[in-house]
């Protein structure tokens, strides 16, 4: 039983951490906003889980970072965004941040103006608000990998390879199917764009949260006869979508996930139902990469895990955590580079994360080859280009169906600045320069 | 049947006594607050606790005096923010003072729309059809881009705080804009409990028939009570989505908003003033309190996922513990125990 | 209208009102507390969901269906006969609003109680139902939702069985309609009450099994009681019938609407016009599709 385990675990754990948490001179600290309970715990176990064992694969193998310790404090948010910013208040004024993971967009639009002011870094890997790409305007948030308008253009290309290239796109007709909120909404221009410029019809279908309920969807879907089927879904949404397009005759095969309809939280609860059903990814699931094993090895098999069911390890959260690890950690290692093996400022992990470049070879020398492609992050694209590849689901695992694929960012730049300037124009923002990146105000 | 057995305000003679307390207060949060408080409580306390307390005020009005059982105040908190965001964005050079009215004002006319079912259906069918306002105006202000100014992640930022050309942009000084806001508003709600307004609330709450046979105007003083509530629940809105958060997404105005609004007046006491006040600093505090103090005792044995359910189940049951003890709220709670010291000072 | 179109507004049609019974399912176990005890048992959610995932999580472990769901159902009873004792008998005679409280307050520590026991995994659940569509003139219909619309019926006969011939369930009806008379001719209420919240318990585990089947078993499942509370107020909190039959003109209604009103107003409308419609209705018939003339509870 998860309680009586979590109490042996916690106990031991506690007897070796003992004394652990004062942050002496060079130690670099990540507060975390977990949730670990509430609607989306699955998702929070796995990704704070996975980040945890990464910093720890850290610490006990390398000695941390040049030497310098990396430690981390939790607070329980249940995803809720009152939680998580008490939680910002209470943890930022313990020394050395490096920076914000919170994963969740409604906590990290509250915190947008915070770090801003306390200027350290705040991350919304894979998600976020899309406009934040643009590092002119917003010079501490970072969408790493992909915003959702990369991903958008990510599942056309997909979609255009199966097809046999994008030419073939024409005279196809696909079907979004999204969840009533922001984060659903956000993507509609963007497959309308997209649907012009490459000819194919496109219809968008809203599905109220929380999306419990789609037989009326679903019964359209089958009217309209699309060629596929993008899930934009959200928690539970996701696999009753999948066990209403069985319950009305629509093939999984033809339906592709979003980067929040990709994990297997989504496809267990849909049993059969879901096989067959791809899923887009920024970071391949399994357990069979280099840096995974390590942390089985060096992290699990020491007791230190933090997963509590060690099948999870590898699993499409778990694997956002340890990519998030590392993205974190090799910013703080390329800021080290120029500021010194020190405990640095947030103001210079920023400027880590600002030149945070790591292509396949370096991805491959820190044992991630194929668990994701590499990142190039600029003092004004906050995004780094992250490459895409599709899962698909066979009833027990993902299994990696694509090459890596990359988003079409040209096209979306000038969409994504629209939109960043009329917030600096709205609250007054002085558009930055690459010179004001190179200054360190902390 | 239900909220009688409520005090009646006091009204008439002005007891003095009556006003040191909330004067002291007042002294204390405007002078000494600002110099000591740290930047913790003032962020993730007091600001949420002065915008839950001024939305439960609102409430209270409706469900404690008028005995109208709600459960939209989140929906007319989120009408009042995105009101407030959209008259400041679209009317140049607008005071802050008139968007915060003209907020007020927008949410008081979606309240009052949304409050016509109360002239047909009363107690848990009007409660439950309230529960249309609050998807519908969620519903609404994700739908159409125009509210949020077609940013595309749906979201309204804060705008520059400025009254009378001063800035209010720190956190002591958006502490200060609130506890103003929220001062005025109460002053006026006391003059308004005390007014015959407030006693036709009262009237059509314990007896509706007999309110209509002393003329009491039955339909017109429901659709006031949810009007005056909803006004004030937007204007707590606004001061939740500027001074508080900064950056809201109308999915933070959900039903457990609402359902946490409706816990604060029952746990602080149904038709009082300082009813509302007390409940959020519990609702505020408390969860705080136990979630330091749990991980404080138990923190190495348990992971914190354990320690927020435990927590979770620690406030369910005092919430069930508070209704079967004190059923009119922590407020007549303090009066028992302020009752019980004045008897013993009082002895020889 | 066209033929495929007519088949298609029937395809709408039957998957709506299939839909509704589930909804009925959920709005059945609000109805039997309400009646009896006049409360809006806003725990009914969380119930459903502590059902499910017992259920779920001793099925994981080995056990097997059958002894699984009798163990299950044995905790249903302990849960509703505790929440008699400790929750109930000492709110006796308080105002709804207290009542609907104090559920709200259950419903967190039913909550917390079931994700500290079960863990926050979710967890797919098969009932053996095979879910895929069959047609009938061209009309697809859905194996799953026909034999949950069979378990719904078979329930509902089996409580008023229970209610019209044992004496337990005569009991229940006095109480129902007239409490303190119940009680002036000697009827123990709180045993009626402890059973009534054990039969809740019942039903919410057999729509938590449906549920939980259709959405997977996890935390999202305590969310459908939105689903049921637009069918109370049009069906009446007292009445099974009304559950029921509000239950099927929620779901078609929502579902034609979604689909042919959904287009002009862009869509995802489903969400409030359960309630939206339910209103109308009252607005009209203040009483309800069944209920009870009074409405002047509260």
């Keep these: 039983m998860t309680f009586f385990r979590s109490i042996t675990a916690a106990a031991i754990a506690a007897a070796v951490s003992f004394g652990a948490t004062v942050v002496r001179a060079d130690e670099q600290h990540f507060p975390l906003q977990s949730y670990r309970v509430g609607p989306y715990a699955a998702g929070g176990t796995g990704f704070f889980g996975g980040f945890i064992d990464y910093l720890n694969l850290i610490n006990i193998r390398d000695g941390g970072v040049n030497g310098v310790k990396l430690t981390w404090s939790e607070g329980e948010t249940q995803y809720e965004v009152e939680k998580g910013v008490e939680v910002y208040e209470r943890l930022k004024s313990n020394p050395g941040i490096a920076a914000w993971n919170p994963l969740s967009v409604g906590i990290a639009y509250a915190m947008i103006d915070r770090v801003t002011q306390d200027k350290v870094p705040l991350l919304t890997i894979n998600h976020g608000r899309t406009d934040t790409t643009d590092g002119r305007v917003f010079p501490y948030v970072f969408p790493l990998l992909l915003n959702p308008y990369s991903e958008t253009s990510g599942i056309v290309n997909y979609i255009a390879s199966k097809e046999g290239g994008v030419e073939s796109l024409k005279g196809k007709k696909i079907v979004v199917l999204y969840h009533g909120s922001p984060y659903g909404k956000e993507t509609i221009p963007i497959y309308e764009l997209l649907a012009e410029k490459y000819g194919f019809t496109v219809s968008q279908i809203e599905v109220p949260h929380p999306g419990n309920e789609q037989q009326a969807q679903w019964l359209q879907i089958r009217r309209e006869r699309p060629d596929y089927v993008v899930l934009r879904g959200w928690g539970v949404m996701n696999p009753v979508a999948l066990k209403t397009a069985q319950k009305t005759g629509f093939p999984a095969a033809k339906i592709i996930g979003n980067v929040w309809s990709n994990s297997e939280e989504d496809v267990i609860p849909a049993g059969d139902a879901a096989i067959g059903y791809t899923a887009i990814t920024t970071q391949a699931s399994g357990n069979t990469y280099p840096v995974v094993q390590e942390i089985q090895k060096v992290v699990y098999d020491a007791g230190k895990g933090n997963l509590e069911d060690k099948n999870r390890i590898g699993s499409v959260y778990h694997n956002l955590g340890i990519v998030n690890g590392i993205l974190n950690v090799e910013a703080v290692r390329i800021a080290q580079e120029k500021f010194g093996q020190r405990t640095l400022t947030g103001d210079e992990v920023r400027w880590g994360f600002e030149h945070l470049k790591l292509d396949p070879a370096r991805v491959e020398a820190l044992g991630a080859k194929d668990l994701f492609h590499s990142i190039n992050v600029t003092w004004d694209n906050h995004e780094g280009e992250g490459y895409v590849t599709f899962q698909q689901w066979d009833g027990k695992k993902w299994n990696v169906v694509s090459d890596w694929i990359a988003p079409d960012w040209a096209l979306l730049r000038p969409i994504i600045e629209k939109s960043s300037e009329a917030y600096a124009a709205e609250k007054g923002i002085k558009v930055r320069t690459a010179e004001d990146a190179d200054a360190i105000v902390n | ?348 | 209208m066209e033929w495929y179109d007519f088949l298609f507004f029937i395809e709408v049609l039957v998957g709506g009102l299939l839909s509704g019974v589930m909804y009925s399912l959920v709005a059945i176990g609000f109805v039997l507390i309400y009646k009896t005890s006049g409360v809006l048992n806003f725990a009914q959610g969380a119930m459903l969901l502590f059902a499910a995932l017992t259920f779920v999580s001793l099925v994981e472990r080995g056990i097997p269906f059958a002894l699984a769901l009798a163990i299950t159902l044995l905790i249903m009873v302990a849960l509703g006969f505790a929440i008699e004792r400790t929750v109930l008998r000492p709110l006796v005679n308080r105002s709804p609003m207290t009542l609907f409280m104090a559920t709200l307050g259950l419903s967190y520590i039913i909550e917390g109680a079931a994700q500290l026991l079960w863990g926050t995994q979710v967890h797919g659940l098969d009932l053996g139902i095979d879910d895929t569509p069959f047609e009938v003139y061209g009309v697809f219909i859905s194996k799953f939702d026909l034999v949950a619309a069979g378990l719904a019926a078979a329930m509902v006969g089996g409580l008023s069985a229970f209610f019209h011939w044992t004496r337990i369930g005569l009991a229940f009806r006095a109480v129902a309609d007239d409490q303190f008379a119940a009680l002036a001719v000697g009827l123990r209420l709180n045993r009626i009450w402890g059973t009534v919240w054990t039969a809740a318990g019942f039903v919410a585990l057999v729509a938590g099994l449906l549920w939980g089947a259709r959405l997977g078993v996890q935390f999202s499942l305590s969310l459908v009681v939105l689903k049921a509370l637009p069918v109370l107020v049009l069906g009446g909190f007292d009445s099974i019938l009304g559950a029921i039959v509000g239950g099927l003109i929620v779901g078609a209604g929502e579902k034609l609407a979604e689909v042919y009103l959904g287009p002009f107003v862009g869509g995802g409308i489903e969400g409030w016009f359960a309630y939206a419609l339910a209103l109308a209705f009252l607005l009209v018939r203040p009483g309800g599709l069944f209920g009870k003339k009074l409405v002047e509870r509260v």
């Design chain 2, 1 to 348: 049947m239900s909220v009688h057995a409520l005090p009646l305000p006091l009204s008439g003679t002005l007891d003095r006594r009556r006003f040191a307390w909330p004067a002291a207060l007042l002294v204390v949060a405007y002078f000494v607050v600002p110099l000591v408080a740290t930047s913790y409580l003032l962020e993730a306390i007091l600001l949420p606790f002065l915008a839950l307390s001024l939305a439960a005020l609102g409430l209270n009005l409706l469900t404690g005096y008028c005995g109208q059982l709600s459960l939209g105040s989140a929906a007319f908190m989120a009408a009042g923010a995105f009101a407030a965001y959209n008259f400041n964005l679209r009317i140049d050079g607008l005071p802050l003072p008139v968007t915060l009215v003209l907020a007020g004002l927008t949410a008081a006319a979606v309240g009052t729309v949304f409050g016509l079912p109360s002239l047909r259906l009363k107690g848990f069918y009007l409660a439950v059809s309230t529960l249309a306002a609050q998807f519908f105006v969620q519903w609404a202000l994700t739908k159409f881009g125009w509210f949020s100014n077609d940013n595309p992640s749906g979201v309204i930022d804060a705008p520059k705080l400025l009254v009378a050309g001063l800035a209010f942009d720190t956190a002591t000084g958006r502490y200060l804009l609130a506890l103003t806001v929220v001062a005025i508003v109460t002053a006026l709600t006391v003059r308004l409990v005390n007014s015959p307004t407030g006693r036709n609330f009262i009237a059509v709450r314990d007896n509706e028939t007999a309110a209509r046979v002393i003329g009491v105007p039955v339909l017109r003083t429901k659709l006031l009570a949810f009007a005056i509530s909803s006004f004030i629940i937007g204007v707590a809105g606004v001061l939740w989505a500027f001074t508080y958060l900064r950056t809201v997404e109308p999915a933070g105005f959900n039903l457990d908003r609402s359902f946490q609004i409706l816990f604060i007046i029952i746990i602080g006491g149904l038709a009082t003033i300082r009813g509302a006040f007390i409940g959020a600093a519990f609702f505020v505090v408390f969860p705080l309190i136990l979630s330091r103090a749990g991980s404080f005792a138990f923190g190495g044995l348990f992971d914190s996922g354990v320690l927020d359910m435990s927590q979770r189940i620690v406030i369910g049951a005092l919430i069930i513990l508070l209704l079967i003890l004190e059923p009119r709220g922590i407020s007549a709670l303090f009066d028992r125990v302020a009752a019980r010291l004045g008897r013993l000072r009082g002895r020889p």
